[in-house]
């Protein structure tokens, strides 16, 4: 038996354009998945991932990807029908996943889980797959269980650190980055990722030439947030994420729950705040000094939002044992 982790993600500039062929910039936070993985002399699988409800799961290998499939199991099934069609396996697999967070944070644990999935298949049956080739793999299942993303959950869960992205993992690049000070709020409002890239397609229909130019910018912000994330120019940094989170209120993705605790966290003195991920709910980020953490973490309960404690640029998908 072999478990491995991956850690889950924070989009910190450019969300909604980076589906449209711009870059964005993300972390990995450490918040991790755990799979561990089994060989079985039967050729089927078997899984139990508890956190998301998949008790005693039991199918074929040869039937991965049919009939009727709960929804925590749908990445583990599309991700195992890629790889066992590349690498044809003997027999069959026992699959366990274990999350550290809950998934309604937003933190993108069914894509950690897809990539664990993935290492620990490349280590059992001795693939050696890059670090390319398990985004590659894990983004394939992606797409085929969700239609649609960019993929920078996955990279972030591969790869690790903070990310300079571009869609479909392009351009995947490293950025060194010294203790990114954030404070992160929970809204507490659950959204649908691709119902949201889907209403900002629609709008996008209407206005084509309006909201290219929006995507457009927002890939501005981000080349300009890369080089001041590299120099640690926070009050710039922080300027960035206001004139950004202006381009995705224009796009209407704001969403009242999150503008209230982002407001909220500017008034009490962050360097800047905006939404983070897909909109409407899950999380928005503040970038504060140090002295005024603690203000700001308040200022974000006070608008009724849960702050999460946790650490960026952590260490991507990894054997633990
Ligand atoms: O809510 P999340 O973390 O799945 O992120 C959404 C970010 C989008 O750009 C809207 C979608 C994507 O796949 O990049």
Wanted: hydrophobic residues 40%; negative net charge; glycine residues 12%.
């Amino acid at each position: 038996m072999i478990t491995v982790s991956a850690p889950g993600k924070l989009m910190l500039f450019g969300e909604h354009a980076v589906v449209y062929d711009r870059p964005c910039l993300a972390t990995a936070v450490d918040q991790r998945m755990f799979v561990s993985i089994d060989k079985l002399e039967e050729k089927t699988l078997e899984l139990e991932a508890l956190d998301v409800e998949v008790i005693g799961y039991k199918k074929p290998l040869e039937d991965l990807g049919k009939g009727d499939i709960p929804k925590g199991a749908r990445f583990i099934e599309a991700v195992l029908k890629r790889l066992i069609a590349k690498h044809p396996i003997k027999g069959g697999l026992r699959v366990e996943t274990r999350s550290e967070f809950s998934s309604t944070y937003g933190f993108g644990s069914s894509s950690a889980s897809t990539v664990c999935l993935v290492k620990a298949f490349s280590e059992v049956f001795g693939t050696g797959f890059s670090k390319k080739q398990i985004f590659d793999f894990a983004y394939g299942a992606v797409l085929d269980v969700q239609g649609k993303g960019s993929g920078y959950d996955v990279a972030a869960a591969t790869y690790g650190g903070t990310i300079y992205f571009m869609t479909g993992g392009e351009t995947i690049e490293p950025i060194e980055v010294d203790g990114l000070p954030l404070v992160v709020g929970y809204s507490g409002v659950k959204v649908d990722t691709v119902q949201l890239i889907d209403e900002v397609a629609e709008r996008a229909k209407n206005y084509p030439e309006v909201v290219a130019r929006i995507y457009d910018g927002i890939a501005g912000v981000v080349e300009l947030a890369k080089e001041r994330l590299m120099s640690h120019d926070w009050t710039s940094l922080g300027e960035l994420m206001n004139i950004n989170e202006g381009y995705l209120s224009s796009l209407g993705v704001e969403g009242t729950k999150l503008a209230t605790m982002i407001y909220a966290a500017r008034e009490a003195g962050a360097y800047g705040a905006k939404l983070s991920g897909a909109g409407i709910g899950d999380c928005m980020i503040a970038l504060v000094p140090k002295d005024k953490k603690q203000d700001v973490a308040e200022a974000i309960e006070g608008a009724g939002g849960e702050v999460v404690d946790l650490s960026v640029h952590v260490e991507g998908v990894r054997v633990e044992k």
